[in-house]
Structures are given as C-alpha cells and as structure tokens.
C-alpha cells in the first residue's frame, strides 16, 4: 500500500515533443504528489507538485494531471528540450508525515 | 532559500574504515533530516530521520550500528558509515525539512555524496 508505481522505465522523446510520465499509489491517505528531476551524479530537485484538491497543475512547459478517482497522476513535459533529459521521480506523502515514498524513476531522453 | 549542502561530495576509502558524510542546512533550521541511500539506476530509499537532539529512527532493514547518525545541531546531521565494505558503495543523498507541519512538501535536497569502498 505504500508503494508508488512508475511507467515507462525509459522514454525517449524527440526536441519538440511531449514526454508523458505516469504513476499510480494505492494509499488513499497520500495527499502530496510532487515530482523530482536528477540529474547524473546530483541530487533530485522539486519540479512540480500537486494536492488532490485540484485535477492538473501548470508550471511552464510542466503540467501535473491528476485522477483521484484512479489513484493516479502523471507529469507532462511539453516542447521537451535536450536539457529536459535526467531522470525524473514521482513521488507520495501522507497529511502530518514527513516521509516521501518514491517512484522507481523514469529516464528521460531527449533528442535534438 | 532553503539550500542544502553535503560534504564531502565523493569519498574513496579502504574497506574496514569508517566515512563521516556532513548535512548541513545552509539558511534554516531544519528540525528534521532525512537520509536516502540511492544505487545506480535506482530510486532514493529512505534510511532514517534525524530530528535534532534526538535518536534517529531508522527504516526496517537499516543496520543502526552501521550508519551512525547524528542531529547534534538545526543545522547539521552527520551520517557515519562504520567499518565500510564495498556493499556499501552507493550514493548518499540528504534532504531537510523546513520548519512547520510535518509535511513532504516541505523537503529540501542536499546535492548527495558519492561513497565508493575498495
């Protein structure tokens, strides 16, 4: 019930297009949903989050879709740049817990 | 804000020696830290929290006599890998919670230390 399941383990997008990225929990007490980018030898970074309270969230070329209905929620990466390319982690968290339960990861490539 | 900062960034030691790894919130205090070990290729697993001036509470599976854990200060948590063999190789990443409700949203990541063992 803990855990967050992430899809696809690798994507491979072309500069322009749009990377899609999907995970799925279990725990209907999960209430924060954020997403992190790493990149090679660094520590994961906040991208993005998002509340159940709301079904999609914007920042910039990133958007968080949300289904609570499904227990799912996926990022979007639009106009993917060479720049987008590292590995990004979905990730869960409960109300009044500090513990973040982590996605398996998705390594994103973008060509040019 | 909220910066985080690790030291030292890579390690290089004998097997049977010990590594102290520093986690250091660099502009609050941070109460609470946490402390991920993360293989090539693999997600971050959680090791244990560190809350300040109390014992760390290790995740199942962590041996708490092998990573020696310290919050001695808000700013500061120390990770102490006792008699290193190369099993322990990987790559050590820190993060700190801003002051507040328990909350994840409120997590900051260090830039990691990466631990190889010979």
């Known amino acids: 019930q803990q855990q967050v399941k992430q899809s696809p383990q690798s994507l491979i997008v072309q500069k322009g297009g749009i990377s899609i990225i999907n995970c799925a929990y279990e725990?209907?007490?999960?209430?924060?949903f954020p997403w992190y980018q790493q990149f090679p030898g660094k520590g994961p970074a906040l991208l993005i989050a998002?509340?159940?309270?709301?079904s999609e969230k914007k920042e910039g070329r990133f958007t968080i879709s949300f289904n609570k209905s499904a227990k799912q929620f996926s990022l979007h990466i639009m106009d993917s740049q060479p720049g987008d390319s590292a590995t990004y982690f979905c990730a869960a968290s409960g109300y009044n817990t500090d513990k973040l339960i982590f996605g398996t990861g998705t390594r994103l490539q973008v060509f040019p | 804000g909220a910066v985080v900062s690790q030291h030292p960034s890579r390690v290089i030691c004998k097997s049977g020696t010990s590594v102290k790894i520093e986690c250091r919130s660099l502009d609050f205090q941070a109460t609470t830290m946490f402390w991920y070990r993360q293989f090539p290729k693999q997600s971050l697993m959680l090791m244990a929290t560190?809350?300040?001036?109390?014992?760390?509470?290790?995740e199942q599976g962590v041996e708490k006599d092998k990573f020696l854990i310290n919050h001695a200060s808000l700013t500061l948590s120390t990770l102490t890998v006792t008699s290193a063999h190369p099993e322990d190789s990987s790559f050590y990443i820190c993060?700190?919670?801003?002051?507040?409700?328990?909350?994840?949203?409120?997590?900051?990541f260090g830039p990691g230390t990466r631990l190889l063992v010979l």
């Open positions: 993060s700190a919670r801003v002051g507040g409700l328990a909350n994840g949203e409120t997590q900051y």
């Open positions: 998002i509340r159940p309270d709301v």
């Open positions: 725990n209907t007490a999960f209430d924060y």
């Open positions: 560190s809350n300040e001036g109390s014992k760390a509470t290790y």
